[in-house]
């Protein structure tokens, strides 16, 4: 059984950093795509970032690019999401997630995901 636990959340001013951490167990996390997505009350959920299973391939929601930084740490079976530069909108649950299927390209859409964390809370105030 897979299981996906985040930690790192936390109130933090406008302008400052966090780093989150997904901890992943049950399935050889090497082989699988990883990704964060985030809830803002009220809205939908909306992907964040995500990297391809070397680490040598990711994306970027426009909204956090050049701010926000994915990244693992496959002998960890780990993946961390630095955020910088914080803004009151990046106020959300971040969840990360683990792709359907091995050795595949990154994707979007939270469809392509089977395994998801129990979330994190991240707020940001002005």
């Known amino acids: 059984q897979v299981q996906l636990v985040e930690s790192g959340g936390g109130l933090v001013q406008a302008g400052g950093s966090l780093r989150l951490s997904c901890a992943a167990s049950g399935r050889t996390f090497s082989m699988y795509v990883m990704g964060w997505f985030r809830q803002a009350p009220g809205k939908e959920r909306e992907f964040v970032a995500a990297i391809n299973w070397s680490g040598g391939t990711t994306y970027y929601a426009d909204s956090v690019k050049g701010r926000f930084t994915i990244s693992r740490d496959n002998a960890k079976n780990t993946v961390y999401l630095q955020m910088n530069r914080l803004k009151p909108e990046d106020t959300a649950v971040y969840y990360c997630?683990?792709?359907?299927?091995?050795?595949?390209?990154?994707?979007?859409?939270?469809?392509?995901?089977?395994?998801w964390g129990q979330g994190t809370q991240v707020t940001v105030s002005s």
């Open positions: 997630a683990q792709q359907r299927g091995i050795y595949g390209m990154p994707r979007r859409s939270d469809n392509e995901y089977d395994y």
